[in-house]
């Protein structure tokens, strides 16, 4: 299955087209996008991590483990707009961003890289465009996972590492990146409600993406409140989510969309509008991160 998605990458992007005959090693249909970089992001984002466009159409991200409490408001050439404090917790991991229809921001706190911790949190904030002065104070979700008992589990079991978030309903969808060694090539997801307080998660569904293959797994999530469409974000690509029933994304339809381009450690994704979204990396050798822009087809 890693000779025929090594295969899929290197085929012409014409050649995938519409044709849903081409299929992923999980066994869905596939097509290339292209990423066309927008720009580089300023020094003070080295490891952009998590992504969100506001209603207002602002790009805000944040930086991944042990760097800064901070939010920053970028534009879609990366320029470095406007630095927000969450004054009242820490940058232990933070992982990705989700908003919800009245505009507020969760700051999912839940990367999880050696499978061991026990302070796994969600940060609520108002809508980041509405906040005066440079500092906010967030409300705090408390969670772990019924699922887990040790810390950290036997390296095959480990898979409590969540990098992508959506909201939908009233509740936050959490999707984890697979650690596991030998890859197990799932994703779990999790629902939590969207209120502050201390919860306890069952995983609520599971998807195979692919067992082969370390740059399929789950850097980051977004939804369109206008279409439905959920996308989960890889390092190879992105995984499509429509027409399916409530909050059972993974039991709806899924396309599997293969970069044309390698763009590095990729972490964050956010829609601009149904057909339009925006990437972040992480900086790479030379250190340099980026912004992308992709077109769903």
Same mark, same amino acid.
């Given at each position: 299955?890693?000779?025929?998605?090594?295969?899929?990458?290197?085929?012409?992007?014409?050649?995938?087209?519409?044709?849903?005959?081409?299929?992923?090693?999980?066994?869905?249909?596939?097509?290339?996008?292209?990423?066309?970089?927008?720009?580089?992001?300023?020094?003070?984002?080295?490891?952009?991590?998590?992504?969100?466009?506001?209603?207002?159409?602002?790009?805000?991200? @944040?930086?991944?483990?042990?760097?800064?409490?901070?939010?920053?408001?970028?534009?879609?050439? =990366?320029?470095?707009?406007?630095?927000?404090?969450?004054?009242?917790?820490?940058?232990?991991?933070?992982?990705?961003?989700?908003?919800?229809?009245?505009?507020?921001?969760?700051?999912?706190?839940?990367?999880?890289?050696?499978?061991?911790?026990?302070?796994?949190?969600?940060?609520?904030?108002?809508?980041?465009?509405?906040?005066?002065? #440079? /500092?906010?104070?967030?409300?705090?979700?408390?969670?772990?996972?019924? %699922?887990?008992?040790?810390?950290?589990?036997?390296?095959?079991?480990?898979?409590?590492?969540?990098?992508?978030?959506?909201?939908?309903?009233?509740?936050? !969808?959490?999707?984890?990146?697979?650690?596991?060694?030998?890859?197990?090539? !799932?994703?779990?997801? !999790?629902?939590?409600?969207?209120?502050?307080?201390?919860?306890?998660?069952?995983?609520? #569904?599971?998807?195979?993406?692919?067992?082969?293959?370390? @740059?399929?797994?789950?850097?980051?999530?977004?939804?369109?409140?206008?279409?439905?469409?959920?996308?989960?974000?890889?390092?190879? =690509?992105?995984?499509?989510?429509?027409?399916?029933? +409530?909050?059972?994304?993974?039991?709806?339809?899924? +396309?599997? !969309?293969?970069?044309?381009?390698?763009?590095?450690?990729?972490?964050?994704?956010?829609?601009? %509008?149904?057909?339009?979204?925006?990437?972040?990396?992480? /900086?790479?050798?030379?250190?340099?991160?980026?912004?992308?822009?992709?077109?769903?087809?």
């Amino acid at each position: 299955m890693k000779l025929l998605f090594l295969f899929l990458l290197t085929l012409p992007p014409l050649m995938f087209g519409c044709d849903n005959s081409i299929k992923s090693p999980a066994g869905y249909p596939v097509e290339s996008i292209i990423p066309v970089t927008k720009g580089e992001l300023p020094s003070v984002i080295p490891e952009s991590s998590g992504l969100i466009v506001t209603q207002s159409g602002n790009i805000w991200t @944040h930086n991944d483990s042990g760097n800064s409490n901070e939010l920053f408001q970028i534009d879609s050439n =990366g320029n470095l707009l406007r630095t927000l404090i969450v004054s009242n917790v820490r940058n232990i991991d933070w992982e990705d961003l989700a908003a919800d229809r009245d505009g507020n921001i969760y700051i999912c706190d839940t990367g999880n890289n050696d499978n061991d911790r026990r302070d796994l949190a969600i940060y609520r904030i108002p809508d980041p465009d509405t906040v005066e002065g #440079d /500092e906010i104070t967030a409300l705090v979700i408390n969670i772990s996972y019924e %699922d887990q008992k040790e810390f950290p589990p036997l390296k095959e079991r480990r898979n409590f590492c969540v990098e992508g978030v959506v909201w939908s309903n009233d509740s936050l !969808y959490l999707f984890t990146k697979d650690r596991s060694e030998p890859l197990t090539g !799932y994703t779990k997801m !999790y629902a939590v409600p969207d209120k502050p307080s201390e919860y306890t998660l069952a995983p609520i #569904d599971s998807l195979f993406i692919d067992e082969n293959e370390r @740059h399929m797994r789950v850097t980051g999530a977004d939804i369109n409140f206008k279409t439905g469409e959920m996308v989960l974000l890889t390092r190879s =690509g992105i995984l499509s989510f429509t027409n399916y029933p +409530k909050g059972r994304f993974f039991e709806g339809d899924i +396309k599997q !969309y293969v970069f044309t381009n390698d763009i590095g450690q990729s972490e964050g994704i956010a829609f601009y %509008d149904s057909k339009t979204l925006y990437i972040t990396s992480e /900086e790479d050798d030379d250190g340099f991160a980026y912004i992308f822009k992709v077109k769903l087809p």
